[in-house]
């Protein structure tokens, strides 16, 4: 149980730096662009979206459709990122005055992306123009048919990308292999993200044609509550523009004027306004439960809906879907963790099953990762028609998994397959499985060590028990939002003395300890009790002391808020 190194941030060379100012020095942030990054706003990281490739195209189609008043309709992923994408920009042609739909396939019938024969149906049934979000950069077949069949497409993804484009009016993705350096360099936005960037370029294009001559503007600023959701619970890296984006849109979330997404917060128990990690741990997985395990156009309808009544409706079933989902999830990680055993020599985990649901494979092959970190891929054997496997995976940092997935495919092990960096999904034949392992392993190898090498717990401050309090915490908080790409302090406390340690939930270690200045706070370990360091922490002397450490958050359950720590790692100090 080692600490790792710890991570030293004095800042320019005698200037005294309060937390704040180290937060932002020891994650990159250049001396003389720290107020930018202290209060991360649109105006600061926006960048022009006619830079893109077809951005402007794609504004130009959208612009006339408005005015020309054609049947839209917006083809979604069905989870967060694509509930969110899709919301995003069939609120605001509803706002223009173009009553555009949508459509979000079944997971379990269609798969994922679009497909030929939905295009096609969509047309027939009156879309002049079909706008795919989160999806449809590797989907050249489909939309081959689409356009076939006389339907205008505008593609707005940020997928890994093969060297030739799709078929479309526009095609809209900062991971275009031809992109430009500024756009190229903000391939870390998630679908909604860019989803967004063309609803700006949308207005300003029918601004320049005077449609809003008579009629007023659409509030943009109004959607940022979904670029934030979509952001986080598709885990993009929250830096640069996507750092604003979140913290924006948690401020346009606390103002309730969603009537969907308020419904959400209450469906999610929550009486205060959304953090950042509830948007992760709460408000997203309940959108994600419709496309896993119930009706994958739940979440769009929630998020677009005007109707209270209906919103608390659909909140509520979302709630309980994802109630079953639990138990589905549960069933599945069990037989997945009785495989690993057997994985320990492969640099990346691939673990199949029949039977396993199609639609928690993802959330496993995230909890596979965590707990051998490795990256890891969960498939569900004979999850369609022809036998074929599905499958989704969840990388570590510094091993592009999306990117291998897909020169998998091209490689004819995989009968589709893409993603980004740290997700990606696939479609697999009948008895390929270990063919695809071992293709990994060879290609990846080399990656997995080197960033599982360089794997160690940085600290951004080592305080006593009575330091760990709620001041200090919203202290820290307020240099965030935090997450992937932009992580959240962790701090050291000690030394301390473990007085109750007792198992809850599932598998987690739940403490109450006290410092040698006589402060006790609570700690808590999460899905713990079985590893080395849970059992170090339930049955350790209970004479020794400890460092703990992780991240600090505030409970506030209680009657006052008080400061608790979500142990990462911890270290005997004798």
């Known amino acids: 149980m080692d600490l790792g190194a710890g ?41 022009d979206p006619s ?57 379990l019938l269609e798969g994922y992306g679009p497909s030929g024969a939905a295009l096609v149906r969509l047309g027939e049934q009156g879309s002049s123009l079909i706008v795919t979000v989160d ?36 095609f809209i993705n900062p991971n275009r292999l031809d992109e430009d350096t500024v756009p190229a360099a903000h391939g870390h936005l998630a679908a909604v993200g860019v989803a967004f960037l063309l609803a700006i370029a949308t207005l300003r294009t029918l601004r320049a044609l005077g449609f809003f001559a008579e009629r007023r503007e659409p509030d943009l600023f109004a959607l940022l509550d979904l670029v934030a959701l979509g952001t986080v619970a598709d885990v993009a890296a929250l830096h640069g523009l996507n750092r604003a984006f979140v913290a924006q849109g948690l401020k346009v979330m606390a103002r309730r004027e969603n009537v969907g ?16 990690s509830d948007l992760g741990f709460a408000l997203g997985p309940r959108i994600n439960a419709g496309g896993r395990v119930g009706e994958a156009t739940l979440g769009v309808r929630l998020l677009t809906t005007a109707d209270p009544e209906e919103a608390r409706a659909i909140a509520a079933q979302l709630s309980q879907l994802n109630e079953e989902r639990r138990g589905i999830e549960a069933a599945v990680q069990e037989a997945a963790e009785a495989q690993l055993a057997a994985q320990h020599n492969r640099a990346v985990i691939v673990l199949a099953g029949r039977g396993w649901h199609p639609g928690v494979i993802g959330i496993v092959a995230g909890r596979i990762k965590e707990k051998s970190g490795k990256p890891a891929l969960v498939i569900a054997l004979d999850a369609d028609e022809e036998g074929n ?18 020169a998998a495919r091209e490689a004819g092990l995989l009968i589709a397959g893409g993603g980004h960096a740290m997700a ?23 990656n997995v060590a080197a960033a599982m090498a360089g794997q160690s717990l940085l600290l951004d401050l080592a305080v006593s028990a009575r330091g760990l309090s709620p001041e200090m915490i919203e202290t820290l908080e307020s240099a965030g939002p935090y997450g992937m790409g932009w ?11 473990v007085v109750k340690a007792d198992v809850v939930g599932t598998d987690h270690v739940r403490l109450i300890v006290r410092g040698d200045d006589g402060a006790s706070f609570k700690a808590i370990a999460f899905r713990a009790a079985a590893g080395e360091l849970g059992q170090a922490l339930l049955h350790g002397s209970r004479e020794r002391r400890l460092w703990l450490a992780g991240r600090a958050k505030i409970d506030d359950w209680a009657s006052r808020p008080q400061a608790e720590l979500h142990i990462e790692d911890a270290a005997w100090a004798d």
């Open 51 to 107: 830079l893109f490739r077809d951005m402007d195209a794609g504004a130009e189609r959208l612009a006339q459709a408005v005015i020309g008043g054609e049947a839209v309709n917006v083809y979604g992923d069905y989870d967060v990122d694509g509930a969110t994408s899709a919301a995003l920009l069939v609120r605001l042609l509803r706002d223009l005055g173009n009553d555009a739909g949508y459509y979000i396939p079944d997971r």
């Open 135 to 170: 999806c449809g950069a590797m989907a050249h077949e489909a939309l081959e048919q689409a356009h076939a069949a006389g339907i205008d497409l505008i593609v707005v993804d940020h997928h890994k990308c093969a060297p030739v484009n799709p078929v479309a009016a526009a």
């Open 487 to 497: 992580p959240g302090p962790k701090i050291a406390v000690g030394p301390v003395r």
């Open 424 to 446: 990606a999904g696939l479609t697999i034949a009948a008895g390929k499985t270990e063919a695809l392992a071992d293709w990994l392993d060879a290609r990846l190898g080399a």
């Open 389 to 406: 496997g599905k499958g989704s995976g969840r990388s570590i940092s510094g091993v592009d998994l999306g990117a291998a997935i897909i």
């Open 7 to 47: 991570d030293e941030t004095g800042g320019p060379a005698g200037l005294e730096v309060d937390l704040v100012t180290q937060i932002l020095l020891s994650r990159g942030v250049a001396p003389d662009d720290l107020e930018r990054h202290r209060n991360p706003s649109l105006r600061a990281f926006l960048p």
């Open 261 to 276: 997404m308020s419904a959400l917060i209450d469906a999610s128990r929550l009486s205060r306004a959304p953090t950042c």
